[in-house]
């Protein structure tokens, strides 16, 4: 079974937790490429914020309402992908240089959705780990952070610099806690268990859900 076909059964499953009338926060990715269409069909009195500027264009081009994100202290549901998603629910996100935004959205939303084809879930977190990181004194942010490289990427949606840790994760409650703690680093890829409602894996023909909250 395709890759592709997984991911759209799984964004099409997480399309039918939208009601009406809810606010809805769009992730970025291949994934939610799927999911804009499964929405759009069922033509939802929904208003949404955008993770990036190419969803906020795909979604108006397909006649779903996106809004700033400045007009909401709160989302009823968020629904993004994962690069990697590991047993105990922590996750590796970022690889569309969008983390920053999905990160602050996933934490908005009442019930945050990972939607994922069969491939992102794996047994340990393995690097790269996606961040961003300010311009502003940016050498000196890159000398303390030991096993980084920036990305030959865009800048990230708010101007920051993109770049990957490519260090031993192990403990991801303490990288976590490193990595925020280190000055012009804007937020890092790596997001916990407690801020995940709901995993939707897209395994063959079906669907794997899984709650953790």
Do not use: N
């Not at 994922?116 to 050498?139: I, N, T």
């Amino acid at each position: 079974m395709s890759v592709e076909r997984e991911k759209r059964i799984a964004a099409e499953a997480a399309a039918e937790l939208v009601g009406s009338g809810m606010t809805v926060g769009l992730g970025t990715g291949s994934t939610v490429a799927y999911l804009l269409p499964a929405l759009a069909r069922r033509e939802l009195s929904i208003r949404c914020v955008a993770t990036s500027p190419r969803t906020e264009q795909a979604a108006r081009e397909l006649g779903i309402q996106v809004e700033p994100f400045g007009g909401f202290d709160r989302l009823d549901i968020a629904i993004d992908g994962a690069d990697q998603i590991a047993p105990d629910g922590w996750l590796v996100k970022g690889g569309g240089a969008a983390h920053t935004r999905e990160k602050i959205v996933a934490a908005a939303a009442d019930r945050f959705v990972v939607i994922a084809d069969s491939s992102k879930p794996v047994d340990a977190l393995r690097p790269p780990v996606p961040l961003e990181l300010l311009e502003y004194g940016l050498a000196t942010t890159l000398r303390r952070l030991a096993d980084v490289r920036r990305r030959d990427v865009p800048r990230s949606p708010d101007g920051g610099v993109i770049a990957d840790y490519h260090g031993e994760i192990g403990d991801p409650v303490r990288l976590a806690a490193d990595l925020a703690g280190t000055p012009g680093l804007v937020e890092h890829g790596l997001f916990p268990p407690d801020l995940v409602a709901t995993i939707l894996v897209g395994r063959g023909d079906s669907v794997e859900r899984r709650d953790l909250a």
